[in-house]
């Protein structure tokens, strides 16, 4: 600038000149409007050499977030984070265990109030995701998820959904191996009340499975990994269909497992006025005083329980 004003003095003291404008100066309006074509990996960047002034105002801006998926690995110690937004390609952080930078973008993203999930995916509930639950649970935040998945076996440890947002839920898909009362709570919790579909995934024996607390659910599947007892299942059937809350559900069995005995649920669901002729699979059972009913589908793999006019 000076040059060009034909000033040439290399002696000139810079400390003179007007200062200039930082980040920080420009209007909160501005500085959103630009936030709004950053990807997730420059925002971050950009929390690392920001104040916390100018922090605070990047962790209010909408993430655009739709998914997240949450994967550890046990052989590795790490678990990796796999984020998808609307206006980049995905987004993938991984957490050590002194991860603590990694840890606090990933925070700063899930406490965000503008969070708006469509899938909130957990491949293994390990201690690093129950530390973030932890944190979330102490905020007092609750993530706004319309469908979450917590689909490992091997996942260890107590399951919880109290850092979910109960009306913002359409679908939960959960694993259970190692505690038929932890699933009953789940099933009662709030965060399972007025769902499109629960999903429960489960290695019980059927000897012990808590068919009971299934009674006032309106929608849901199950999906049986351990050896299937067709007389305990007609039961479970019979029983709901004597509920009033039953809207439909499947049971299903596992990939790869033994299929249903078809012929044995047909002897056990053989009553006369149920059957339809030229359908040996499908029964409709009359509901009292109603002109609705329970229709009945079994195959080798499903069985559909739904309710109908």
């Not at 949450?70 to 390609?89: A, E, G, V």
């Not at 497992?257 to 649920?265: H, P, S, V, Y």
């Not at 059957?275 to 069985?303: D, W």
Request: hydrophobic residues 35%; aromatic residues 12%; positive net charge.
């Amino acid at each position: 600038m000076r040059f060009s004003q034909g000033k040439y003095d290399l002696d000139y003291d810079r400390s003179f000149d007007p200062k200039t404008r930082s980040f920080i100066d420009l209007p909160p309006n501005v500085m959103e409007r630009i936030g709004r074509y950053l990807d997730l990996r420059n925002r971050f960047n950009l929390r690392i050499a920001a104040t916390e002034e100018i922090k605070c105002m990047i962790d209010s801006w909408d993430p655009k977030i739709t998914e997240i998926e949450y994967i550890h690995y046990l052989k590795s110690h790490y678990s990796r984070i796999l984020i998808k937004n609307k206006i980049s390609s995905p987004f993938e952080a991984r957490l050590y265990e002194y991860s603590r930078l990694e840890r606090d973008n990933l925070m700063s993203v899930l406490k965000n109030p503008k969070l708006r999930l469509d899938k909130l995916k957990i491949r293994c509930y390990d201690e690093k995701w129950r530390g973030i639950i932890e944190e979330l649970s102490e905020s007092n935040h609750k993530l706004l998820v319309k469908k979450y998945e917590m689909t490992n076996k091997s996942s260890k440890g107590s399951i919880t959904l109290d850092f979910l947002e109960p009306s913002a839920l359409e679908e939960v898909n959960l694993y259970f191996s190692d505690s038929a009362e932890k699933m009953t709570e789940i099933v009662k919790s709030e965060q399972c009340q007025g769902l499109k579909m629960l999903t429960i995934k489960n290695s019980f024996p059927m000897t012990v499975f808590p068919f009971e607390s299934f009674y006032n659910c309106p929608r849901f599947t199950l999906v049986f990994y351990s050896k299937i007892c067709e007389e305990r299942l007609v039961e479970f059937i019979k029983n709901l269909m004597n509920t009033a809350h039953l809207e439909i559900c499947h049971l299903k069995i596992a990939p790869n497992k033994k299929k249903f005995e078809t012929q044995r649920i047909g002897q056990l669901l053989n009553r006369e006025d149920t059957i339809i002729r030229h359908r040996p699979n499908l029964r409709r059972y009359p509901i009292e005083k109603s002109r609705e009913f329970y229709e009945i589908e079994f195959g080798e793999t499903s069985i559909r329980v739904e309710r109908k006019k």
